[in-house]
């Protein structure tokens, strides 16, 4: 029998080494980290190949540690894991180039300048020896490596082989065989671990494309998730929710899991699902490219309520070009939208401010003479009702002159009160007797048809203010809902207390925190739209037939709220009708003051009783007409056109002046001043104010102080002939020399 033998081990080898690359690269397929998957490469290569020690260098910056290892010793690790030359001072070490210096033969190879002539050197980079111990007898001129450290050589390594490792013609490693016995390469061998090198230069590639892919989805996913803004993404054909952020869970109410697989219809309105639906295949369809949608109305949420959102929404396609997906990116404007409204109540307040200041000027301008004309009038009317029998066929003419002229002094006394320049007399009141006096007229006002109900509250705080001011917001509101009811009907009063906290005053700019005492006016009547409550208050605003309203009550109302410290509250609907709720500042108990007993207007004039009057006035008719009304009362008058005249009088008359009479403001000297002076020479004497200016004029003066002892034009017979009366009887003398500082405020009613 003949047979033949064929040594195939090499072709055993090549085998082998062909298959440890096909492992290799299974390992890096598999869904591992990085890491890990080189540490098996590593541990893989190590017992296949037989080597003592099997390292794999990774570049990490400008340098190349070791990624994985195994057999090598941690000493060896501690001086050999970086390749940097480094100077004395630890600094890195640069060629001429900046490029950085990597020291031994692994630095040689993974810099790519290894000289393929050398026996030492493959074509592909690889440095191999057998006996790595000559290296060590090699002369310095002779050796290509930069500061060859040779520590392997010093651990016993005899056969070495490093082998770069390229990523598209660019080194990115090595991979480090070593063994303590000689002869273990070859060049057949060398090359085949350069296939393995390649193969896994190339698997490092791809992983690593797919790891920066990945961890650039994390990064983005992330970003979207942590963007304080809400971001979603539909799929373009049922518009199902595929993504959903943090800001949007946190915006909306809903967990993103029980969004995700889901339409606008299981979270909103059917009617705000359509809007949406509509608009997005708008956006689909490519009828609007881009949306950009700042809500009109706001967008009712689960945990946070109303909120106004600017959403943008986009297509997004396909690599083929379809449409695949709608992006959506919603931000909540709610506080921009709150700041902008907030902003716009204040501009129109501004408005409404510098309107009012307008509307002062206006009234402040033409009420001075406007009150001395009416006074005239009124006066003079009077004089010549006490002079005639009461069936004088000339009475009812004289009566509507007089009726007249009050109308005429109230519009004029609205207007201020609306430019809260009207003269008051405050004072500490309980809002349920000055309700309770008003019911009766109230009634009469409204006429039987209305029914008129009142509700009282026991233990009211007080509040301080015109009582006359009370009487003009029930009548004017009490008219106003009158107007409002078209036949049978209701108007509710009612008064209570209230604190009103930073809260309420979020939502109602002009209040201020604190404790209110408020009266309400409610009717049933026809009630009125958005667009006339914003004009309520304006002057001269009216709803009403020509000739049927001035435009001036509410404007009243306004007015007086605002003087006192207080605002007012609407809420009113077409159909359904309006309540006004008035809010005053209670006055705390130590303020409270005795309240005064009134006077009716029809109360039979009080007469003098041969006291002396200084009168002092310098518009010449008003002047003859006070003195001929203060004579018709049976007071002795000494008339002065001016204060210098005034105080000659004072000078040259022997006998007492019980009470000086004086126009305010005068040419030369105030009267005030003139004031003071007489005292200084008639301490006895009383002092009464009049003016026909407004009140910030007459205040500049002092005048208005508490205390002071003021009446303001027009006022007829009556209220003169009671003011006087009440000043002479209860009044101090005035101080010689100082300012006034206790006052009785002025009957209320009259048309001072």
Known sequence: MQGSFQDITERKQAEDYRAMGVEVLDILNEPRALPDAIQRI?????????????GLRLQDGEDFPYSAQDGFSKTFLLTENTLIERDKEGGVCRDKNGSVCLECT?????SGKTDATSPLFTRGGSCWTNDSFQLLDLPGDQDPRHHPRNQCIHDGYASIALIPIRAKDKIVGLLHFTDRRKGRFNLELVELL???ASRIGEALLRKQAETELKEAQTLTESIVDNVPIMIYLKDATDLRFLRFNRAGEELLGHDRKDVIGKTDKDFFSPEVAAEFLTKERQVLDGTIPLLDDVAEIPLMTQKKGPRWLHTRKVCIRGSDGAKK???????????????????????????????????????????????????????????????????????????EIISGAKRSSEITRQLLAFARKQTIAPR?????????????LLQRLIGEDIRLTWKPCSGLRLVKLDPSQVDQILVNLCLNARDAIDGVGEIALEVGSVTVDAAFCAIHPEAIPGVYVYLTVSDDGCGMDREMLAQIFEPFFTTKGVGKGTGLGLATVYGIAKQNNGFINVYSERGKGTTFKIYLPEITAENVATMETTVTDKAEAPRGQGETVLLVEDEKSLSVLCCRILESLGYNVLMADTPEEALKKVDQHPGDIQILLTDVIMPGMDG??????????????????MSGYTADVIAQRGVLDEGVQFISKPFNRNKLA???????????????????????????????
């Open 42 to 54: 590593v541990g893989m290569l190590k017992t296949r190949t037989g080597f003592d020690a099997v």
């Open 106 to 110: 692994c630095g040689l190879v993974v």
């Open 194 to 196: 350069e296939g393995i």
């Open 325 to 399: 997906y709608l992006l959506g990116i919603a931000v909540d404007i709610t506080e921009r939208k709150r700041a902008e409204t907030a902003k716009s109540e204040l501009q129109a307040q501004l408005q409404q401010a510098q309107k009012l200041e307008s509307v002062g000027r206006l009234a402040g301008g033409v009420a001075h003479d406007f009150n001395n004309l009416l006074m005239g009038i009124m006066g003079y009317t009077d004089l010549c009702l006490e002079n005639i029998q009461p069936d004088h066929p000339i009475r009812e003419w004289l009566d």
């Open 428 to 440: 500490v009141l309980d809002l349920n007797d000055a309700v309770a006096e008003m019911l009766k």
């Open 672 to 689: 005030r001043i003139l004031a003071q002076r007489v005292s200084t020479i008639k301490p006895e004497i009383k002092v009464l104010f």
């Open 722 to 752: 009671r003011t006087l009366r009440q000043v002479l009887d209860t009044s101090p003398a005035a101080p010689s020399g100082t300012a006034y500082s206790r006052c009785i405020s002025c009957p209320r009613s009259g048309y001072g």
